[in-house]
C-alpha cells in the first residue's frame, strides 16, 4: 500500500454521497424508521445518481466505480440513515455479484443490467428459520422438472424483499449431499407461488424491508440456475465475503455520525457553568471513540483495495466487519451516554444508531462466525 | 443549442466565518463550492440541451484547485470544460474578470451564455453583464425562468422583488442565472468517472492575450480595488417619532445638517 489517500475521483464521489445524503436522507431518517418503511422516491433518487452499480462496469450500466468509492457511499449514507446502507449492500454487493461473478452473459444481459442500473432491486435469500450461521442447514429445495426447477421451503430475513424484484435464491438440488448439494437460482418476485410476508419488526435499521419470503411449488426456468447444480453454497460464500466489507463501511458511517452528532452537542450542552465539550471526561471520550473509528476505516479501505486488486481479501473482510461492528456498537452506545436524557429521547439521531449498529455484530456473519474465518488462517 | 455556462468557484459560506479582527472572510480550511446562482445556471443549460440538444461548456477563471468545480460540472452531465488560469489574471477585479472572461468566450461558438446573478463572497453582480457589455451581445439578468422559441429566440422570465418582466431575446445573449432559475441535479457517480477522464482545457495569458488588453487584467488592470469587508455593526434601536410628513422631512434635513451629511 503506498499512501492513505484517495484519488480525486473517490473525494468527488464522496462529496456526492454526504451532499445526497444530507439533503435528501436527513430531512426524512427519522419517519422511515418511526413508519418502518422505505419510501419509493428515495429509491428512484439514487437510482438516479447511479447508486446502484457503484463498483460494476459502465459497460453493464454500471457506474465504473470501485469497491472503495462503494465503501464511501456506504459510510456517508450510514452516517444519515443506516436502513439505506443495508438496502444499497444486500443489492450491492450480495444479490449482483452472485450473477456477476457466475451469471452467463445472456444472463448477465438480461439480469444483472436492471439491477446495476437500479432500474430493478436486488435481494439474497439464503437464511432460513433453521439455517442461520449454519447455512448449510438450508432446507428449500428445488427438484428438476424438465425445463424447470420447482422451489419449496422459506426464507428468513430476507433484506429487502418488499422492494425487490430479482431474487439469488439458495435451495437444494441434491438433499443427499449438504452443502454441496445446494444451488442458486435468480428468482422473479412475480413468478407465481412466492409470498414475501410483511416486514419483520426489528430493533434496527426499521425503515429497510426485512421479510419471510415463501416458495410453494414456484416453477423457476432451468435457465435461471446460477453457475452449476451444486456450486450454491460456494456462491453464497463467496457473496458473502465481500458483502462483509460493505458492512464494515456502514458501520463506520454508523459510528462516525453518532460522533459527529455528539460534537454538536456537546458544544452547545451546558451544565455546571459551562459547555460539556470543556469537561476531559467528555474529550477523552470522544478521543476514544475517534481512534476506533479511525482504525475501523482504514481496515475498510485496506479490505476494498484487496478486493479491488482481486487478492485475497476474505480474512481482511472478515477482520474489518469484526471490528467496526463492535466499533460501532461501543461508540453509539458511548454517543448516546454522551447526550444523557436527550440521547435516550427519539427525538434525537443517537438513540436510532445505536439500535441499527446491533445488527452489524450478527447479518452477513456473527461476529462469532469472523472469529472463526479469521483464526482458521492462522494455523492453529 | 450551443450553450456557455460561465461559473465561479466560491468558499462555502454558510461554513465560513468572519475573522473578528479584520472582519474579512477566514477562507482556511473552509471547503469550496460552485457558487449556487451558477450551479442553477449549469441545470438551466442541461435542461435546454435535453429539449434541444446541442452541447454544453462550461467555463470558469480561477486558480489550478478550481479544476474540482469543473470536475462537477461536467460529472452533472457538461460536455466540456475550460479553466481559464495564469498569474496574469490573479487580482482581477470584477471589470478585469470580465474582460478575461471574455476574452476566453470569444474563442468559443455560442448561442447563449448563462452566468449567475451573483457570487457568493463577491455579491456585486456584476461579471455577467460585464462580459455581455465586453462581447457587445445583448443580457438579461435576474433570470427565473428560460424558454426558448421556435424561430430561435429566447424568452427570460427577469425577476423583480414585486414583479417580472417578459423579454425575448435575439442569440446570441447573455442570460444572469437566480437560484431559482432551477434545482440543480446531482452529479452521477458514473458521471463523476468520466469526468475524471476527461480534458478540462486551460487557456491561459498566451491562449487568450490576442483578444485581450493586457492593461484590463489582474490586479494592476482594475479599475476598482476591496478596500475593506465588514458585517454591518447592529447600532442601537434608535428615536422613533412620529409626526406629519412635512415635520418628518424638516427632523431628518435637521439631523442631517447636524452631522455635517450635507
Redesign the interface.
Known amino acids: 500500500m503506498v499512501g492513505f489517500e484517495l484519488t480525486k475521483t473517490q473525494q468527488l464521489c464522496r462529496e456526492l454521497f454526504h451532499n445526497f445524503a444530507e439533503n435528501e436522507i436527513r430531512p426524512i431518517a427519522r419517519d422511515m424508521d418511526e413508519n418502518e418503511e422505505y419510501p419509493r422516491e428515495l429509491l428512484d433518487k439514487l437510482q438516479k445518481a447511479h447508486m446502484f452499480g457503484i463498483p460494476y462496469p459502465q459497460e453493464l450500466g454500471g457506474a465504473g466505480a470501485d469497491v472503495l468509492t462503494y465503501t464511501l457511499a456506504m459510510e456517508e449514507l450510514s452516517k444519515v440513515d443506516a436502513s439505506t446502507g443495508i438496502t444499497l449492500s444486500v443489492h450491492t454487493s450480495l444479490c449482483c455479484p452472485c450473477i456477476y461473478e457466475n451469471g452467463t452473459d445472456e444472463q448477465k444481459e438480461r439480469f444483472l443490467r436492471p439491477l446495476i442500473s437500479g432500474e430493478k432491486i436486488g435481494a439474497f435469500s439464503l437464511t432460513e428459520p433453521n439455517a442461520g450461521t449454519d447455512a448449510s442447514g438450508v432446507q428449500t429445495t428445488a427438484d428438476k422438472d424438465g425445463d424447470y426447477y420447482i422451489l419449496n421451503g422459506s426464507k428468513m430475513f430476507t433484506t429487502n424483499a418488499g422492494i425487490a424484484d430479482t431474487f439469488v435464491v439458495f435451495a437444494l438440488t441434491d438433499k443427499s449431499k449438504g452443502p454441496k448439494g445446494m444451488s442458486a437460482f435468480i428468482v422473479d418476485r412475480t413468478m407465481e407461488g412466492i409470498t414475501v410476508g410483511t416486514n419483520i419488526p426489528r430493533m434496527g435499521i426499521r425503515a429497510a424491508s426485512n421479510c419471510e419470503v415463501a416458495f410453494t411449488n414456484v416453477k423457476v426456468p432451468a435457465d435461471r440456475l446460477l453457475g452449476k447444480e451444486g456450486g450454491g453454497y460456494k456462491i453464497a460464500m463467496t457473496a458473502l465475503g465481500g458483502g462483509r466489507i460493505g458492512i464494515g463501511a456502514q458501520a463506520v458511517g454508523i459510528a462516525q455520525g453518532a460522533i459527529n452528532e455528539a460534537i454538536k452537542y456537546v458544544k452547545e450542552r451546558k451544565q455546571f457553568g459551562k459547555n460539556i465539550s470543556k469537561f476531559q471526561n467528555t474529550q477523552f471520550k470522544l478521543a476514544e471513540m475517534q481512534t476506533k473509528v479511525d482504525a475501523a476505516r482504514l481496515m475498510v479501505w485496506r479490505a476494498a483495495v484487496e478486493k479491488d486488486k482481486h487478492g485475497n481479501y476474505a480474512p481482511l473482510a472478515a477482520m474489518c466487519k469484526l471490528f467496526a461492528s463492535e466499533t460501532a456498537n461501543e461508540v453509539t452506545r458511548g454517543c448516546v451516554q454522551l447526550f444523557g436524557g436527550y440521547g435516550y429521547s427519539r427525538e434525537y439521531p443517537v438513540e436510532r444508531a445505536m439500535r441499527d449498529a446491533k445488527i452489524t455484530e450478527i447479518y452477513e456473519g456473527t461476529s462469532e462466525a469472523m472469529k472463526m474465518i479469521i483464526s482458521g488462517t492462522m494455523k492453529l | 443549442m450551443k450553450i456557455v455556462v460561465c461559473i465561479k468557484q466560491v468558499p462555502d459560506t454558510t461554513e465560513v466565518k468572519l475573522d473578528p479582527k479584520t472582519n474579512t472572510l477566514i477562507r482556511d480550511g473552509v471547503p469550496s463550492i460552485i457558487n449556487p446562482d451558477d450551479k442553477a445556471g449549469i441545470e438551466a443549460a442541461l435542461t435546454l440541451k435535453e429539449q434541444l440538444g446541442g452541447t454544453v461548456t462550461v467555463v470558469c477563471m480561477g486558480p489550478p484547485q478550481a479544476d ?1 468545480a469543473l ?2 460540472a461536467l ?1 452533472m452531465g457538461c460536455d466540456d470544460a475550460i479553466l481559464m488560469s495564469d498569474r496574469a489574471f490573479g487580482g482581477s477585479d470584477t471589470y478585469a474578470t470580465a474582460h478575461v472572461i471574455a476574452a476566453g468566450l470569444k474563442t468559443l461558438d455560442y448561442d447563449l451564455i448563462i452566468t449567475g446573478r451573483q457570487a457568493i463572497d463577491g455579491d456585486t453582480a456584476q461579471v455577467g453583464p460585464q462580459i455581455a457589455e465586453q462581447l457587445g451581445i445583448p443580457q438579461v439578468s435576474y433570470a427565473a425562468e428560460v424558454k426558448t422559441t421556435e424561430d430561435g429566440a429566447v424568452v427570460v422570465k427577469r425577476q423583480f422583488e414585486d414583479r417580472y418582466q417578459l423579454l425575448k431575446v435575439k442569440t446570441p445573449c447573455l442570460v444572469t442565472a437566480l437560484s431559482e432559475l432551477a434545482q440543480p ?12 477522464n476527461k480534458e478540462v482545457k486551460v487557456l491561459t495569458f498566451e491562449d487568450v492575450k490576442n483578444n485581450l488588453n493586457p492593461d484590463f487584467i489582474g490586479l494592476k488592470g482594475s479599475p476598482t480595488n476591496v478596500k475593506q469587508s465588514f458585517t454591518k455593526q447592529v447600532k442601537g434601536a434608535g428615536t422613533v417619532i412620529n409626526v406629519s410628513a412635512d415635520e418628518a422631512v424638516k427632523t431628518i434635513m435637521d439631523k442631517l445638517i447636524e452631522k455635517h451629511i450635507i
Open positions: 474540482v470536475r462537477e460529472a441535479r446531482y452529479m452521477t457517480v458514473s458521471g463523476i468517472v468520466n469526468a475524471y
